[in-house]
Nanobody
């Protein structure tokens, strides 16, 4: 069983930055595909950024050039650095870990971009 705990959300003005963290319960990054998803009110959950165990990284078109996914293996922590935030980035952000049929989610952290 993998546990994921997100943190770092909050209220930020447009153009500001936040860094989200996702702490995993073990050393899973070598084996699991990791990702950040978000869900805005009334909308479906969508992929924001992902990283495979081999290091392949993908971003949603809407965040390319503004968001960066990274990880610290020693701390079992994955990050999402979010810059130049826009009101449309407002959502609950979730950390995800996938391996074959195993699919784990964190509890989510709220990001609100508003002046």
């Amino acid at each position: 069983q993998v546990q994921l705990v997100e943190s770092g959300g909050g209220l930020v003005q447009p153009g500001g930055s936040l860094r989200l963290s996702c702490v995993a319960s073990g050393s899973i990054f070598r084996f699991y595909a990791m990702g950040w998803y978000r869900q805005a009110p009334g909308k479906q959950r969508e992929l924001v950024a992902s990283r495979t165990p081999g290091g392949t990284i993908n971003y949603a078109d809407s965040v390319k050039g503004r968001f960066t996914i990274s990880r610290d293996n020693a701390k079992n922590t994955m990050y999402l650095q979010m810059n130049s935030l826009k009101p449309e980035d407002t959502a609950v952000y979730y950390c995800n870990a996938q391996l074959s049929l195993a699919d784990y989610w964190g509890q989510g952290t709220q990001v609100t971009v508003s002046s």
